[in-house]
């Protein structure tokens, strides 16, 4: 046989209870001889307990009782054939008239006894499984319902009851002769004490009941129908990458359960652990999905855990002094007055010098604990033996469990480094020598954003997500949303990454969602939905949303963002940028921002800073870091510049080179700004100091290319002027290079840690003589690339491939 136990929501409507009928009906007719447990119907048991508690207050309760009644009434004209209606009609009613009497007695005396409330509370499961085993009648004849308060006998601790174990055995055998052929319908969570008056039997009550009749009844399994499919990973409504583990153990489930999955209560299970009959969990309304099986062995898995899970809010003791090293019983004394008390203690930590001892209780028992130790340690406390205790609320506990962590190294590294990467400090650990269970305890605020780290961390195999909050819908910004949209399955299936962007701001508006913006719309829902932009609350915002493998994006050429990423770093957020204003600034600023990222152990990645797409800042790091040391670095990282000198031959003057340059897009509305090498200074200032040079920009040798009466003219149309009358010069200069074999570049090098850009003349030996259209191009002369060095070269300037850079700097965040 088999046990079937339904909670509240599986009962809780037509719908879900005519789900519950094919259920128990397609087990019957496999002959699997199920015998059912039923909750209360969903709400009906804190209903119950509102109308005992108004009664005593004497508060009108009829509303309430009316509603109960057509709640109950209703599944019966609905899946009841009308002839067979009022029996059931009757029966119900003639409960609902004994729960009025009790009522109504409670509001004669004013009071609520615990005896009075268990038994108005188990109505609940005696109307729902009453009505149930009825319209299971219609189709199986020898459906039945039992009152499992006639079987299941317990002690007088009303709302608790413990259970005797020899009497209920006795009685429930029983039932294997009286009721063999029987479809019983059982109530859950409710028994009788030695005088028959009704009991509960507290929290999971109806799950208890389940594994009572399973354990004694020999049941090959107990299956409890619940809402979700089986026991999850993580809590679904924090990780939305949660998944049902197929097979758990009792122990594994236990320790899940008791730090917060709301799926099974551990003392429950109890009966069935110990005849060692499977506990499987399903879902209802996926009847399909096979759920996860409890069981003895835990079963083989891939990953080295089986769960996370966690308690949303407790408060830690902290009690600490030099009367308590060495002393033999005292932590005895301690948790002894509190079990005394009814304070439970969640977790328990104790420095190894036994200085402090540090548990976590519920909230609620918090004052209530420092009082009792007050009182129990007075004299240690006044001999200064001991430092007053303190309390620490606002806390939350997380627990990583499975048996296969202790066969796999390196658990507690991953988790605190999952943690410590998205800035989460752990107050307090806990691991016991089994390792089955390792639980830390962390601020209540970053329990959310903790689980989802976590469970990125353990699960490796499920997709990585960065969570994405972007600044500039430019060029740049756009065709990144188009390239993250295009890229996105292709992510999924071969690099187990997500990227959602979860916010985006321009000058104008800005827009969050934490599900993820939709980039296929993003214009549109940033104009019809976006709030009024400002920076200062965009970035507010987005430490406020607390979200695990944050980045911010800035595409940007603005100066202003640069002002906050230091505090960004610090709230553990990586940056990655193509805004090159941070890291060319003043050097104590470079040096202060890559500083911060280190210390915070979170990404700065800007290699869009110098040769847009082009692999430049990564490759100068790579050498450095695998030990190459640079001798030399000659660069081009100018696209307009290397545009004009590459078509600055023949025939052609440098004005009406400059001037086609300019109507091509390749300049800025006035040429001077990338002419006048700026642009290019930054760059190599950049590649300088990721070389380990402290420079300014003051520091750079920056050589001009353009005449001084040039510089100084006043408009655009007096440059272009100024620069017809420079012909001449220019025309020297390229005359000169053609009688020599030699082209014009114009360069910048670093070398023996000093930084200079000036025109030169190359050969056909110079790996830059044959540049052609815009392209930018470096030369790394290293130790190890001395003969020949390393050369990148390609497209340095466009949205496409400075956004493409944007992108790869983007996947490679916590790579």
Known sequence: MKVLKFGGTSVGTVESISAVLDIVKKSHDAGEKPLVVLSAMSGVTNLLTKMAENAAERVPFDDDLKFLEERHFDVVKKLIAVKFQNPVFTKLKLMLNDLEEILQGVSSLKELSPQSKDLIISFGERLSNYMVSKVMEQYVVEAEYLDASHYVKTDTNFGHAHVNEVLTEQLIQSLAHTHADKLLFVTGFIGSNEKGRVTTLGRGGSDYTAAIFGAILQA???????????MLTADPRIVKKAFSQPVLSYTEAMELSYFGAKVIYPPTMIPAFLKKIPIVIRNTFEPEFPGTIIQFESGKSIFPIKGISSISDISVINLSGSGMIGKSGFSGRLFTLLAREQINVVLITQSSSEHSITFAVNPDDA?????????????????????LPTVEDNLSVLAIVGENMKRTPGMSGRLFYALGRNGINVRAIAQGSSELNISVIIGKENLGKALNAVHDAFFAQLKKTLYVFNLGTGNIGSTLFKQIHEQHNFLLENNDIEIKVVGIANSRKMLFDANGVDLENWSTLLDAAGELSDLSSFIDRMKAMNLPNCVFVDNTASKLPSTYYEDIFKANISIVTCNKIANSGDYAQYKLLHETARK???????????????????????????????????????????????????????YETVKKAQELGYTEPDPRDDLGGVDFMRKMLILARDAGYALEASDVDLGAILPENCLKATSVDDFYTELLKADLYFNELKQKAE?????????????????????????????????????????FTTERYKDRPLVVKGPGAGGEVTAAGVFADLVNVGA
């Open 367 to 387: 004052t209530k604990a420092v009082k009792l130790i007050e009182i129990e340690f007075e004299l240690e406390l006044e001999a200064n033996k001991l430092q």
């Open 739 to 779: 009688n020599e074999g030699k082209v014009i570049r114009y360069i910048g090098k670093l070398e023996n840690g000093k930084v200079t850009i000036a025109l030169e003349m190359v050969d056909q030996t110079h790996p830059f003589f044959s540049l052609s259209g815009s392209d930018n191009i470096i030369s």
């Open 600 to 654: 915070h152990g979170v990404d700065f990645f800007y290699e869009t800073n110098v040769g847009a797409g082009l692999p430049i800042v990564r490759v100068l790091k790579d050498l450095m870091m695998s030990g190459d040391r640079i001798v030399k670095i000659e660069a081009i990282l100018s696209g307009t510049i290397s545009y004009i000198f590459n078509n600055f031959v023949g025939d052609a003057s440098f």
């Open 220 to 230: 090959s399994t107990i299956e409890i129908w619940t809402d979700v499919n089986g």
